[in-house]
């Protein structure tokens, strides 16, 4: 639940000029998300969400040091370089390790870049668990992520 709303986080600041806490849980709770602000407020300091200049002029919220924009392998690029600082792979899984409380917005757009050989992703605080159809695939993404860094 924690994740899904953190993702929603994400996408609602991508699409949305969210100007305060209160705005922000108001479309949590259009999405079906009955938060607090003190939730929403924890959110914001976990995803690492800045306030920067809107197209129309007033401050929102939005990712720090890049938009998020749909979750495209470029947007995914920007944040993995801002939030990861290492890689390593266990058979077939790849192990992201992330600034503290970046993990969600990493995964959250790994979740959306489309690659197909991805089973499935885990995201803690600081970690990230990316489970891959084969350990040929795992390797190939790990050389990948490396190459981000």
Do not use: P, W
């Amino acid at each position: 639940m924690k994740n899904d709303r953190k993702k929603a986080i994400l996408d609602i600041v991508s699409h949305y000029e969210v100007d305060t806490q209160e705005t922000l849980q108001a479309l949590l709770l259009e999405r079906g998300f009955s938060v607090t602000q003190a939730t929403v407020s924890r959110d914001i300091k976990q995803l690492s969400l800045v306030k920067t200049m809107g197209e129309s002029g007033s401050y929102k919220y939005s990712l720090a040091r890049s938009e998020y924009d749909g979750g495209s392998k470029s947007g995914l690029m920007r944040v993995f370089s801002d939030s990861v600082y290492a890689v390593d792979r266990a058979m077939n899984t790849v192990v992201l390790r992330t600034h503290s409380g970046m993990a969600n917005a990493v995964c959250a757009r790994l979740d959306s870049a489309g690659y197909k050989d991805i089973v499935g992703t885990i995201a803690g605080d600081d970690t990230i668990f990316v489970l891959m159809r084969t350990e040929e695939d795992a390797a190939k993404m790990l050389r990948e992520f490396e190459k981000l860094l």
